[in-house]
C-alpha cells in the first residue's frame, strides 16, 4: 500500500471518528448523571430503564453499484442511533416468570452514505423496537426440565440456530434507494432496528434433551418484502453437543415488493454443532434443501476449530467452508455467533456482495483474547461465483478488529483490505477498477 494511499484513508476517517468518540461521550453523560440503578429491584420481581446510544464512523475507498446512485470514488459516513426503554420481570409460583419490554429508537445516517448507495446523510427515522411479553414456566414441569416451557408474543428479536436462515430483521435501507420503494429509515450497518414486527414463539424443553420450537414471525419491512414465516424445530441437546432439524415456510409477501418471489418458499434444514467430545475441538456444520418456484436449491458449510486454552491469550483458529447455489434465497440471516457468520466480510457482506447466493466461500477466523475485556481478531475471505452469468462475485477479503469494554461502553475499531476480480463493467460490482480497497470503521456503544 503506498504512502498516499494511507494518508487518504487516514485522513478520511480519523475526523469522523473522533466526532465519533465526542459525541459517544457527551450522550454516555446523560443516563451517568441520572441513574444506572434499576427502578425497582425486589425479591418478587425488578423494573429496569434501558439506556443504549451507538455511533459508527466509515470510510471506503472504493463504491459499488448497487444502486443507480453511486459512482467511482470514496464514501465517508457516520451511523448513529439512540434507544431508550423499559424491561421488567416479576416471579411467579414454582420458580415461574413474567418478563416484559418495551424500547423506542432514533437512528440517523451523516457524511456520504454508505458505498453501495443503500443509504444516504438524508436518511433517518424513528420507530418502536421492541414491545414484547414473555413467560418461564420454572420447575412447573419438571419432566421438561428447568423452563420447560417459554412462550414470547411481540415485537422482538428471535433466531434459528446460529443465524443461518433466520437471525433478525435488521435491513435497513434509505429513501434514495429504488426510488424509496424500500425505505426503513437507513443506519444500514449498525442497524438497530432488528425485531419482527409480530412474533408468537413457543419452546418445550429444557437446557439438554429433547427440544422443541414453533415460531410465527411477520416483518414490516419492505426490502424483505415483509413476509411471514412459520417455524418449526427439532433439538437434542446435550452439554456440549447439539442436533437439529428446522422447517421454513414463506406464508406470505408483499405481492408488489416481492421480487424474489418468496412467497411459498420452504426450507428444510439439518445442522449440528459442539465438540464431538473433544475438549478444544469445535465443529458445526448446516445442509438447507430449498424448494421455490424455479427448482430446488440447496446451501450448506461445513467448519472446525481449535482452541489453544493453554497459550496466553487461548487463540483459536477456525476454517469454514460455505456454498450456496446460484438461486438460493438466504432468508434473513445474520450475525449470531460473532462476526463473520453470518455476514461474510465486512466489506462485501455488507456492500460489494456476494449476499450468501450463488457462491462457495473460504473463510479463516483468528481470535485471541489477550485479556478480559479485550480481544483482538483476524478473518480472511475467498469469494468465487458459481453462475456467472448472474454475476461475478469473485474477490477476496481480510479483516482486522479489535473488541474493547471498558465499564458500559463497547469500542471496535476495524480495518480491512478487499479485492474483487471483476469491476462493474464487467459482471462485478466495484465501480471503476478491481484494484484493492482499503476500507476502515469505528464504533462505540454506550449501554446501561
Wanted: glycine share 12%; charged share 20%.
Amino acid at each position: 500500500m503506498s504512502r498516499r494511499t494511507t494518508f487518504r484513508f487516514v485522513r478520511g476517517l480519523a475526523p469522523h471518528a473522533v466526532l465519533l468518540v465526542i459525541a459517544a461521550l457527551t450522550y454516555g453523560l446523560v443516563p451517568a448523571v441520572a441513574s444506572a440503578e434499576p427502578l425497582e429491584d425486589t425479591d418478587s420481581g425488578q423494573l429496569h430503564l434501558d439506556f443504549q446510544v451507538g455511533a459508527g464512523a466509515y470510510y471506503s475507498q472504493r463504491n459499488y453499484q448497487q444502486s443507480a446512485t453511486q459512482t467511482e470514488g470514496t464514501s465517508s459516513w457516520q451511523e448513529g442511533y439512540v434507544k431508550l426503554g423499559l424491561s421488567g420481570k416479576r416471579k411467579l409460583a414454582a420458580g415461574s416468570e413474567f418478563y416484559a419490554t418495551v424500547s423506542a429508537l432514533s437512528k440517523r445516517t451523516f457524511g456520504d452514505g454508505d458505498p453501495a448507495g443503500w443509504t444516504t446523510r438524508q436518511d433517518h427515522g424513528a420507530a418502536l423496537s421492541e414491545a414484547y411479553v414473555g413467560w418461564r414456566s420454572g420447575d412447573m414441569f419438571p419432566a421438561l426440565g428447568k423452563d420447560g416451557v417459554h412462550f414470547t408474543a411481540g415485537r422482538r428479536r428471535l433466531f434459528v440456530g446460529d443465524g443461518f436462515l433466520i437471525a433478525k430483521d435488521g435491513l435497513s435501507l434509505g429513501r434514495d434507494y429504488a426510488g424509496g420503494a424500500y425505505d426503513r429509515g437507513g443506519v444500514y450497518y449498525l442497524a438497530p432496528e432488528n425485531s419482527f414486527a409480530q412474533t408468537a414463539a413457543l419452546r418445550l424443553g429444557g437446557e439438554q434433551g429433547l427440544v422443541s420450537e414453533f415460531m410465527w414471525l411477520k416483518s414490516h419491512n419492505p426490502g424483505q418484502a415483509r413476509p411471514e414465516f412459520a417455524v418449526v424445530s427439532l433439538m437434542g441437546k446435550s452439554l456440549r453437543n447439539l442436533i437439529g432439524i428446522s422447517y421454513i415456510e414463506v406464508l406470505d409477501t408483499d405481492k408488489a415488493l416481492d421480487a424474489k418471489q418468496r412467497k411459498g418458499v420452504r426450507t428444510y434444514s439439518v445442522r449440528t454443532q459442539g465438540d464431538m467430545g473433544v475438549k478444544n475441538l469445535f465443529v458445526s456444520a448446516e445442509f438447507a434443501h430449498q424448494r421455490r418456484h424455479s427448482g430446488n436449491e440447496r446451501a450448506w458449510y461445513g467448519e472446525v476449530g481449535w482452541t489453544f486454552d493453554d497459550l496466553p491469550g487461548k487463540p483459536s483458529v477456525n476454517y469454514r467452508y460455505s456454498y450456496f447455489s446460484d438461486r438460493f434465497d438466504p432468508l434473513l440471516y445474520g450475525n449470531v455467533r460473532g462476526l463473520g457468520t453470518w455476514v461474510q466480510g465486512e466489506l462485501a457482506g455488507n456492500y460489494a456482495g456476494p449476499f450468501n447466493s450463488n457462491t462457495k466461500v473460504h473463510h479463516i477466523n483468528f481470535k485471541a483474547t489477550p485479556a478480559e475485556n479485550f480481544s483482538v481478531g483476524l478473518l480472511a475471505y475467498r469469494f468465487s461465483s458459481l453462475n456467472k452469468s448472474i454475476g461475478r462475485l469473485d474477490g477476496y477479503e481480510i479483516d482486522l478488529y479489535a473488541e474493547w469494554i471498558v465499564d458500559r461502553f463497547y469500542v471496535m475499531p476495524a480495518i480491512g483490505w478487499y479485492k474483487p476480480r471483476y469491476d462493474s463493467a464487467n459482471g462485478g460490482s466495484q465501480i471503476g477498477t478491481t484494484k484493492g480497497n482499503l476500507w476502515g470503521m469505528l464504533l462505540v456503544t454506550y449501554t446501561f
